[in-house]
């Protein structure tokens, strides 16, 4: 099998976040906001791998966050949802099993 899996343990652990994003509300800002806070801030939680944060355009946003442990990512998760950013959808911990 091609891809990243380590002798049986998973690749990672992902953090996602799914949320609600305004349609009139200015991209740049949003972007702005991520830089200037989040994306610092979850950088230099431990276990920090990557991240993505992702627009459907309509209306939904999805934050996808990999650390290396489960449990980093659980604490990740509850940077990310933190009150004060945008509706929370939804929210859950996923173990990476295969990366290509």
């Not at 791998?49 to 934050?63: A, H, K, S, V, Y």
Request: include cysteine; proline fraction near 7%; glycine fraction near 12%.
């Amino acid at each position: 099998m091609k891809g990243k899996e380590l002798e049986g343990r998973p690749a990672g652990y992902a953090a996602v976040v799914q949320v609600r994003i305004e349609p009139d509300s200015d991209p740049s800002h949003r972007h702005e906001v991520l830089q200037a806070f989040v994306v610092p801030e979850i950088k230099a939680h431990p276990g920090y791998l990557r991240g993505q944060w992702m627009n459907d355009r309509e209306g939904t946003g999805l934050c996808l966050v990999v650390f290396d442990t489960e449990a980093n990512a659980r604490a990740g998760l509850e940077v990310l949802v933190r009150p004060g950013g945008p509706e929370i959808l939804g929210q859950r911990v996923y173990e990476i099993e295969v990366e290509a």
